[in-house]
């Protein structure tokens, strides 16, 4: 019989296998310890009120186990342990739940397989929101969410906190004790901050009290009563600290300091200044801004008053100004706006910190916008430009504006009968239209002696500059302008091109068929005036009037492909070599449009014995005339060769590899049946190959056919009188004189293996960024890092290629007729060594043989200090003599925390 001890005996052992189950899932009230081991993962769910009566889930789990104290309520996470609740996530060794007193405590455990005892495993790890805390241990109250952590490390924007201690209240701040604050991501960081008291806004910054700077664990003098740090992913209006120094010709200085306004999201104003104590001043306003998926760019406005030294007779006063600004649309839609500007005062780019800069003597601009409609089948384009380029060393400045295009594209008419109705080169046939409007303005109209072949009496003088005494062009400005503008070339042409293609086998003809009309609203006439012997030219005036240029042409070309096959035996080094010729030749005509009646040219006397000259009543004009003085019948030729080899693998089962021997060797010339002499063009010669699958060489050449005959020879000056006749050199048995060439040489000697290691790092880098799922402002951001490193390869430094060489060698060639040769070459190279891992040092330069002298050389340093970077720049000599030193921390948040001296050719003389 069944006893009832019995049954009692067995309830008794059946709830208490079950009933630990049961507290974890219902209620913790009842009062039970017990242990469960399972080689599963271990997961289970406790519900906690909070303060607001509502109730949340915690999830717990464990690889261990888990252990119940019921009598105390609190649960026991042993082994990867690891708790969620609302944004709270929590990992750890071990993990003890308090559910009386609503606290979790974690830990970090002790690595049995380390033989010092001394490894810690599974640190406790705080997530919450963008928030990341690790730490020794964590002891958390999951109602109040206030915090005690010891041991802790985290990480808020580019920085890092590790303190002995740390509390966190409600608002999720943090107040640390016993601190260190670095931008250096090791465990033991090569520099801090150490203060006594630190605290943390989440997202916003971290202040400190008093700190000083501790740089390989040796405390420095270094530090301030406090400090304050923001990592916001906004950004922060603040003060730019200035830099000082010296001047030769301007004095002490203070300058690049100022005021960044974040003025919104999408703009911020970035206002700098320099001060001088011989009184020069300058002012620069930087402007970026970002619509995302829309626009960005950045405008600048310089602004300089220069002065030069009082007590020297050559004393100076100056204005320069320089607008610059790049606006760049994001591709949305057909409509597109960009503008690229760049303009300033004589001496603007003398301001400039950038060596670069200052050679550069032009400065060019153009702003556009460009749209696309359908019409029909067709597409019709239409763009609009302001383009302006200015030379600051000539003063000579040329503006389009407005510079319009449009354009319809290729349609073809008969591309829908049938091909056994029309023939096949008949549907081929093409047409589209071109069209483009331009008014060119541009101050060297003023000055027409620089334009025309002849002497100008109605034309301005033109300045002189007082150093080089080169002639100068007026001022582009207010008080010319009226003249300029009157002088501004206006022009509209439409051009209807008809196209088609004809296969005859192995052989492509291509005829077309041109017709282009140009709209002109003023016109030139010419005029021979002797008003003296020193008055003595041609007088150009300008009428107004409506007037059409018409021309129309044909031509016609052929081309096809021949292969030569040389066969050496598959046994041999080299089995095959392909030999590709591509001729082609071409004819084109023109008719004469030198007709009086057309009103197109004037035979107009250029000189007092009577020579004349057919003139353009449109020269100089925009869009250009195309039309000639005479018939023009021209047949042009050539022939393009091309060496390929097929070189056997370097084992019996290796397969062939194909080697190109020699890229391009091309003859091209021309025949003019309308000349009535020297009718054959002189013959250009190229050739492209790559040799040693190192060195890239380039050559390219003149031909002259015709002879030179010696008229006379000045011999006090030893200038060569000469004249070219209607003889050609063949006839001597001579295939010509070379008139002029050049050759180029580039090789780079950076070893393969680490350049190929380089660019896979790049590709890696690149593919990272575009798999990068995190929030879109940083991946954004990561993508204009990268941007600018490709736009500035030189800020790259790649320590682990141990060295690299690149070398350009030009040479060019020229003697025409009887003239000396002229002989000129020079080489340019630019290289790396690294010394260390982390050592690297950069150089380029170059050498002129014909001037014997150096080129502009550069010795660059840069020394990688892991968190910090240092660099040294040295232009040793020359113009531009100067040296840089920065070291400095790599984390843009800390951009004012570096040491910087420097010796610049900026500050030695502004005056040149």
């Keep these: 019989m069944f006893s009832i001890k019995k049954l009692f005996l067995f309830l008794f052992l059946l709830f208490g296998l079950i009933t630990p189950y049961i507290a974890a899932q219902t209620t913790p009230n009842k009062i039970l310890s017990d242990t469960i081991k399972s080689k599963k993962k271990f997961t289970d769910t406790i519900p906690i009120k909070n303060t607001e009566g509502i109730e949340t889930t915690v999830v717990y789990s464990a690889e261990d186990s888990v252990v119940s104290d019921f009598m105390e309520e609190k649960l026991y996470l042993y082994g990867k342990a690891k708790v969620l609740y609302g944004d709270v996530d929590l990992e750890a060794n071990s993990i003890v739940i308090d559910q009386k007193n609503k606290i979790v405590m974690a830990y970090g455990g002790r690595d049995i397989k380390d033989t010092t005892g001394k490894k810690i495993i599974g640190r406790p790890i705080f997530k919450q929101k963008t928030d990341l805390y690790e730490s020794d241990t964590i002891k958390y109250n999951i109602q109040t969410q206030k915090a005690i952590v010891k041991g802790i490390a985290t990480k808020q924007g ?56 501790v740089i390989a664990d040796i405390p420095t003098p270094l530090g301030l009563p406090f400090g304050m740090f923001p990592f916001t992913e906004t950004r922060k209006s603040g003060i730019i600290v200035p830099t000082y120094g010296e001047a030769a010709d301007r004095g002490f200085f203070l300058r690049q300091g100022g005021y960044y306004w974040a003025a919104s999201k999408y703009v911020a104003v970035e206002a700098t200044g320099e001060i001088y104590t011989n009184g020069s001043w300058g002012l620069n306003f930087n402007i970026p801004y970002k619509k995302r998926y829309f626009y960005g760019g950045n405008a600048n406005i310089q602004y300089f008053r220069t002065f030069g030294n009082r007590d020297n007779p050559d004393y100076f006063e100056r204005t320069d100004f320089r607008i610059l600004w790049s606006h760049q649309p994001s591709p949305r839609g057909k409509g597109t ?68 295009n449009i354009g319809i594209n290729r349609i073809y008419p008969f591309k829908s009968f049938k091909s056994k109705v029309i023939p096949e080169f008949i549907r081929k046939i093409s047409i589209n239209y071109q069209s483009s409007a331009t008014l060119k303005m541009s101050n060297r109209n003023l000055i027409t002696n620089n334009s025309f072949p002849f002497k100008v009496l109605n034309s301005r003088a033109p300045q002189l500059d007082p150093l080089t005494r080169q002639p100068l062009n007026p001022d582009f400005n207010g008080a010319n302008f009226d003249d300029i503008f009157r002088f501004g070339k206006l022009g509209i042409s439409h051009t209807i091109p008809i196209n088609t293609t004809i296969k005859l086998k192995n052989i492509s003809l291509n005829p077309s068929v041109n017709y282009q009309e140009t709209w002109f609203f003023q016109k030139l006439g010419y005029s021979w005036a002797d008003q003296g012997f020193s008055r003595r030219g041609v007088i150009v005036d300008t009428t107004k009037g409506f007037t059409r240029v018409i021309n129309y042409s044909a031509s016609a ?39 009086p009646n057309r009103g197109y040219f004037t035979n107009v006397q250029i000189d007092s014995t009577g020579k004349r000259q057919f003139m353009s009543n449109f020269f100089g004009f925009e869009p250009a005339a195309s039309v000639s003085v005479r018939q023009s019948g021209v047949i042009s030729f050539g022939l393009q060769n091309i060496f390929e080899a097929k070189i056997k693998g370097k084992s019996d089962t290796a397969q062939a590899q194909k080697a190109t021997l020699l890229d391009n060797l091309s003859i091209n010339s021309s025949y003019n049946m309308s000349a009535d002499s020297m009718r054959i063009a002189p013959l250009s010669i190229a050739a492209r190959t790559k040799l040693f699958k190192v060195v890239d060489f380039n050559f390219g050449g003149t031909v002259n056919p015709y002879k030179y005959v010696m008229v006379g020879k000045n011999e006090i ?50 593919d990272k960024l575009e798999n990068n799922k995190t929030k879109t402002d940083q991946k954004e951001a990561n993508k204009e890092i990268v941007k600018q490193v490709k736009q500035n390869p030189n800020d790259y430094v790649d320590f682990d290629i141990p060295w690299g060489l690149q070398v350009n060698y030009n040479a060019a060639y020229t003697k025409i007729g009887f003239n000396q040769m002229v002989l000129s070459h020079q080489a340019n190279f630019t290289g790396n060594i690294s010394l260390t891992d982390t050592w690297k040092m950069n150089f380029r330069s170059g050498y002129d043989f014909t001037q014997k002298t150096l080129s502009y050389t550069t010795i660059d340093m840069v020394k990688d200090l892991h968190c910090w970077e240092m660099r040294f720049s040295w232009v040793p000599f020359g113009r531009f003599q100067s040296w840089n030193f920065v070291i400095n921390i790599k984390s843009s948040m800390l951009q004012d925390l570096r040491l910087t001296r420097q010796r610049s050719f900026y500050d030695r003389n502004i005056a040149f």
């Excluded at 392909?578 to 004469?592: K, V, W």
């Design 158 to 213: 580019e920085g890092y906190v590790v303190a002995e201690r740390a509390k966190r209240n409600d608002n999720q701040e943090m107040s640390f004790g016993g601190s260190k604050y670095t931008t250096c991501n090791q465990r033991h960081p090569h520099w801090y901050i150490s203060a006594k008291k630190i605290k943390m806004v989440p997202g916003k910054k971290v202040v400190s009290g008093p700190f000083n700077l």
């Design 337 to 404: 706006f960009s503008a690229n500007v760049n303009f300033g005062s004589q001496f603007a780019n003398t301001r400039s910190f950038d060596p670069n800069n200052q050679i550069a003597n032009t400065f060019n601009s153009d702003i556009s916008y460009s749209n696309s409609f359908n019409i029909g089948v067709s597409t019709l384009t239409l763009s609009a430009a302001i383009r302006q380029n200015q030379n600051v060393r000539t003063n000579e400045m040329n503006v389009s504006a407005p510079d319009l």
């Design 557 to 595: 070309s052929v081309t096809t492909r021949i292969y030569g096959i040389f066969q050496f035996g598959k046994n041999k080094k080299i089995q095959t070599i392909r030999h590709t010729i591509i001729p082609t030749a071409s004819i084109a005509y023109q008719p004469d449009f030198s007709d």
């Design 717 to 766: 000056t030893g200038v060569i009188q000469q004249q070219i006749v209607d003889k050609l050199t063949w006839a001597d048995g001579n295939f010509g004189q070379l008139q002029n060439a050049n050759i180029s040489l580039a090789f780079d000697l950076t070893p393969k293996t680490y350049k190929d290691k380089t660019a896979k790092k790049l590709q890696e880098q690149k």
